[in-house]
């Protein structure tokens, strides 16, 4: 907001509230600014869903709140709101000359903080000022910011001045730091706090956190979420149902952008994209994660987890067939990718695979990749290359060939939803970054090594983070220099790991090292197990105990199946 | 005196289009906005929402003259329409606008067509009233077009 706390719009709080209204209806515009003016708030108007988009944009901090039509001609009035809520993070009101409850219901799921009947009263807009107050107490829970707190100490100081009295009075005030303290206090526990920045102590969904927050929605059925019923499901006491409304409003937008992104990747030749991804939740319901009849020799032994990688964009999951080609099983994702989910700054994943299962890093923890995966630029994974039949094909004795038709789809790491579970500011997973491990495809990241798998330590943390995909096949995507592991890896199970989880690794394609997260949980790993290694006929048996992660070994990731040899049930 | 009649003359008319239906609360909201900044914001108001919507009615009309009748387009447009229309407070054409659209949801094209002739009439009659409002409220001046101080 401003660059101080006590800027003259928080003392003059709740006038000068900053208003951008966007309606194409020119007469309700009109009116509405004049009744925003009377409010003595600072009114911008927009016509265009688009142009609001970019002026929100170009002014990061330059507006409080958002109030918007729901019917407009170049974009959904939802679609903006989750825009507005993900990218900016501001309160959004929507507002319509329809009250039908499912419209109304509608919007308060994209993340509306009211809905409005035209015509709009000006007692109305009067009041709009407590959704900007009341984000900024909440943020002023999780950040333990100073400023925050000041702010609303100013705010509320001012209120004694206000003609109706006060809203909150300091007793609220007290017991809303309580809570914040409380609240604070809490964070010790979760994961993935970074001691380092405890200033700002915000709601971190750690992967374990996130991996219940997305159970409680695939068990709920992503249709009927709502913040109660995963804030009931999830059980962490300390979680309030604010922090999973605003969660679940971000991941609904991740995925639905996820999903946009691998519907416009399509045309890179992605064949199956099917993609639905009904905003769904990290754990998507693949349909299958691997044809038996393809891994049929698979014999796996992971010493945890097989970390799937699921190409969101494509959801397809690549499988060894017969041919020992390693070709993509149309996972029928419901929910979209998570990979945007969580960061919408990472430009470049375009699909984001999501780790399904939580690898279990052994040995070779390597290092977590630091990289930190929310830097990492997700590799185009995008959808299934388009040749169906070879794509992904891992093929014996060249299995970086494989790789290299292997489009990068599959292995999409899910950045975004391990930085999501790291929250924004954390780094990726450093080897002490608890259940960091994310397996993105960061370019020429890790070169080292493959270590882009998570440290031990967090395996618990990870294995807890089950994705909730059942069946999915993550692409991944091999990290390309993994040189040493790789071989193991492929010695080991024969088959690159892509073939293992039935992901085409792009690895010479300048895969970009993985940063596996430990997402996997067991169940899935030991479906693929069964099955899809089974019939790839892979042998995981493999001498390296450091492949025990095996997927999180990068070198499983790359696909250098010809180095092991790896066979392909044909 | 002349003065005093004509202002009663305005507020007589004022009160006359509520009571006929005409207009509703929004339209007393309107003048409440009115202000010395914005001394003729009800008038301005309403000829924008006169201008803006004279092509959501031309569209309405152009789709109605299709065959088949695209109801969910007709609805698209109606509500548009209607949502405009509840800016100013035109509570008759309103009115109208609902009818319609349940028309659109039912598939009734003779109703869809009938409701909207009769829409069309009662947009016109409400515009020609207006104008005649705002003029007289202007010769008087504008204290007595609002009943209500801000």
Request: charged share 25%; with cysteine; aromatic share 8%.
């Amino acid at each position: 907001m401003e660059s101080g706390f006590c800027s003259p719009r928080t003392e003059a709080f709740p006038a000068g509230l900053r208003v951008l209204v966007v309606d194409d209806d020119p007469t309700w515009l009109k009116i509405l600014e004049k009744m925003l003016k009377k409010c003595s708030y600072e009114v911008t108007t927009c016509c265009l869903a688009r142009d609001a988009l970019n002026m929100l944009r170009e002014r990061k901090d330059g507006f409080d709140i958002v109030i918007s039509d729901v019917n407009m001609p170049d974009m959904d009035g939802f679609k903006l709101l989750e825009h507005v809520g993900l990218e900016m993070d501001l309160p959004v009101i929507m507002m319509s000359v329809d009250g039908e409850t499912s419209r109304v219901m509608k919007g308060v799921q994209h993340g509306a903080c009211d809905y409005l009947l035209k015509p709009v009263r000006m007692k109305e807009l009067k009041n709009i000022w407590q959704h900007v107050f009341r984000k900024k107490i909440h943020e002023g829970k999780d950040v333990e910011s100073y400023e925050c707190m000041r702010e609303i100490q100013m705010i509320m100081s001012r209120s004694d001045e206000f003609d109706d009295g006060h809203q909150l009075n300091g007793g609220e005030l007290g017991a809303t730091r309580k809570r914040k303290d409380m609240e604070n206090r809490r964070h010790d526990d979760q994961e993935l706090v970074d001691p380092s920045s405890s200033k700002k102590a915000r709601v971190v969904w750690s992967i374990d956190l996130h991996q219940k927050f997305v159970d409680a929605v695939n068990q709920i059925g992503f249709d009927k979420v709502g913040p109660k019923k995963i804030l009931d499901l999830m059980n962490v006491p300390w979680l309030t149902r604010e922090n999973v409304a605003s969660h679940l409003q971000k991941y609904r937008l991740y995925l639905s952008r996820l999903q946009k992104e691998n519907e416009l990747k399509t045309s890179e030749g992605m064949k199956q994209q099917d993609f639905t991804c009904p905003a769904g939740s990290l754990g998507f319901q693949t349909s299958t994660l691997i044809h038996p009849k393809d891994a049929a020799n698979c014999d796996l032994k992971y010493t945890g987890n097989n970390m799937l990688l699921i190409d969101m964009g494509t959801r397809i999951c690549r499988e060894a067939d017969k041919k020992g080609t390693v070709s993509i099983l149309p996972m029928d994702l419901k929910e979209t990718s998570t990979s945007n989910f969580l960061d919408s700054q990472r430009a470049n994943v375009s699909s984001q695979t999501i780790l399904s299962r939580p690898f279990n890093y052994q040995s070779s923890q390597s290092n977590t990749t630091s990289q930190k995966w929310n830097e990492a630029p997700m590799e185009q994974f995008k959808q299934p290359p388009k040749q169906e039949p070879e794509p992904y094909a891992l093929l014996e004795d060249d299995f970086s060939h494989a790789l290299q038709s292997a489009p990068q789809h599959l292995v999409q790491v899910d950045l975004q939803c391990s930085a999501y579970s790291v929250g924004p500011g954390t780094a990726v997973p450093e080897r002490d970054k608890p259940g960091s491990v994310m397996i993105t495809p960061v370019r020429s990241q890790s070169r080292s090594n493959h270590s882009q798998i998570v440290n031990p330590e967090t395996s618990d943390a990870i294995s807890n983070f089950k994705v909730g995909m059942k069946n999915q096949m993550v692409g991944l995507n091999c990290l390309n220099d993994c040189e040493p592991i790789q071989q193991k890896i492929f010695t080991v199970g024969d088959s690159s790991l892509g073939s293992q989880v039935g992901c085409a690794y792009t690895e010479s394609i300048g895969l970009q090292d993985i940063d596996l997260l430990d997402y996997y949980n067991s169940e899935l790993i030991d479906e693929l197990e069964t099955s899809y290694y089974a019939d790839l006929g892979l042998n995981w048996d493999n001498d390296c105990d450091s492949v025990q992660n095996p997927f999180v070994d990068q070198s499983l990731f790359t696909a250098r199946a010809e180095a092991s040899g790896v066979c392909y049930p044909g | 005196m002349e003065r005093t009649q004509q202002h009663r003359q305005v507020a007589h008319m004022r009160q006359s289009l509520f009571d006929q239906g005409l207009l509703d609360e929004q339209f007393v909201q309107l003048e409440e906005l009115q202000d010395d900044a914005n001394p003729n914001f009800v008038e301005e108001v309403v000829t924008l929402f006169y201008r803006d919507s004279a092509r959501l009615v031309l569209n309405i009309d152009q789709a109605l003259d299709k065959t088949p009748l695209d109801f969910s387009k007709l609805d698209s447009y109606m509500h548009q329409f209607k949502g405009s229309a509840s800016s100013i407070g035109a509570k008759k054409v309103k009115g109208e606008c609902t009818l319609f659209r349940e028309y659109c949801k039912a598939g009734n094209g003779e109703g869809c067509m009938k409701t909207f002739q009769q829409l069309k009439k009662d947009y016109a009659v409400l515009r020609k009233k207006l104008e005649t409002y705002f003029q007289l409220a202007r010769q008087v001046g504008p204290v007595e077009t609002a009943c209500r101080r801000k």
